[in-house]
C-alpha cells in the first residue's frame, strides 16, 4: 500500500458504477483495523448510499455535486453511545460526556477514516475527504438520525475515478519535520519553504482570482476568513456540548 499512499490523489468525478459489496466491506473492516484508544473504538461509521439520503447530503456540504455522484458517502463519527451502553448494562458507570473523550473519539474517527482511504486506494478506488463535516454538523446530525453522544467528524466520498487529477504539491520535508525538539521558523526559513507554493502557476492563478496581493491573503481573506472560523467554531461547539460531550462536573 506504500506506492498508493505517494500516489494519493483527491478525487471529484466519480463514474456511476455502485461498489460491490465485498469490496466496500473490505475498506470497512481496513478501517476497524486502525489504532483506538484503549481498543474502545469510539466511532461509527455510516455509510450511505441510497440517493435520496445524499441528496439530502448535498446541502451538509455547501452543494458539492460529487457528495450525490460517488456512489458511496462514509460519515465518520465520534461516538461514545455505543461504548455508554455497553457500560450501563454491564454494571460500570461510564464516565464519558466530557471533552477529553470528545477529543479521543474524534481521533479514533480519523484514524479509522484514513485506513478506509488507503484501503480504497490500494483497491483502485477514488475518495476525497469533505472537510465540511463540522461546519453543518448540526444538520447532518438531523439527516443521519445521530443520537445523543455521537457527532459527525469527518465525510469521505468514494467510488471508481472518473478523472486523474495530478497529485497536489506539499511542503518539503524539512518544513514539517522538527528533530528532538520544536525549533521555530525565522521569517527567512518561512519564505524558503513556501517560496516554491508561491511560485507555482496554480497559485500565481489563485491570487489573480482572487485579487488579492499574496497566496497568505487567498487563505485568510477569501478562503477560511475568521468571521467564518468563529462563526462554524461557536456552532460547532453548540453541536458538542448537545450531543452530550460536555459536561465539566
Known amino acids: ?53 445524499k441528496e439530502q447530503l448535498l446541502g451538509c ?25 455497553w457500560c450501563e448494562i454491564s454494571k460500570a458507570k461510564p464516565a464519558y460526556d466530557n471533552f477529553l473523550f470528545f477529543f479521543t473519539a474524534a481521533i479514533d474517527a480519523l484514524l479509522a477514516a484514513q485506513n478506509a482511504c488507503i484501503a480504497a486506494e490500494e483497491k483502485e478506488l477514488g475518495i476525497c475527504y469533505l472537510g465540511t463535516t463540522i461546519y453543518l454538523a448540526d444538520k447532518i446530525i438531523e439527516v443521519l438520525s445521530l443520537p445523543k453522544g455521537v457527532v459527525p467528524i469527518t465525510t469521505v466520498v468514494m467510488g471508481y475515478p472518473d478523472e486523474k487529477p495530478g497529485l497536489t504539491d506539499r511542503l518539503p520535508l524539512k518544513a514539517i519535520v522538527h ?17 516554491e507554493k508561491e511560485n507555482m502557476d496554480l497559485y500565481k492563478d489563485f491570487i489573480k482570482e482572487n485579487e488579492v ?22 456552532a460547532f461547539l ?8 460536555m459536561n465539566n462536573e
Not at 489504532?35 to 455509510?47: A, E, P
Not at 528533530?179 to 517560496?195: G, H, P, V, W
Open 61 to 85: 456540504h455547501f452543494n458539492q455535486e460529487m457528495v450525490k455522484e460517488a456512489p458511496v458517502v462514509l460519515t465518520f463519527c465520534a461516538d461514545i453511545n455505543r461504548f455508554n451502553k
Open 179 to 195: 528533530d528532538d525538539c520544536y525549533k521555530d521558523y525565522s521569517d527567512q526559513l518561512i519564505r524558503e519553504l513556501f517560496a
Open 213 to 234: 496581493e499574496t497566496l497568505a491573503q487567498v487563505f485568510t481573506e477569501k478562503r477560511y476568513k475568521k468571521s467564518d472560523n468563529l462563526h462554524f467554531s461557536n
Open 1 to 53: 500500500m506504500i506506492e498508493s499512499i505517494f500516489n494519493h490523489r483527491s478525487i471529484r468525478k466519480y463514474k456511476s458504477i455502485a461498489l460491490e459489496k465485498e469490496l466496500l466491506d473490505f475498506v470497512l473492516l481496513a478501517a476497524t483495523r486502525a489504532s483506538t484508544t484503549g481498543n474502545m473504538q469510539l466511532y461509527s461509521i455510516v455509510v450511505t448510499q441510497d440517493q435520496d439520503v
Open 238 to 245: 453548540q453541536v458538542i456540548e448537545k450531543q452530550g460531550f
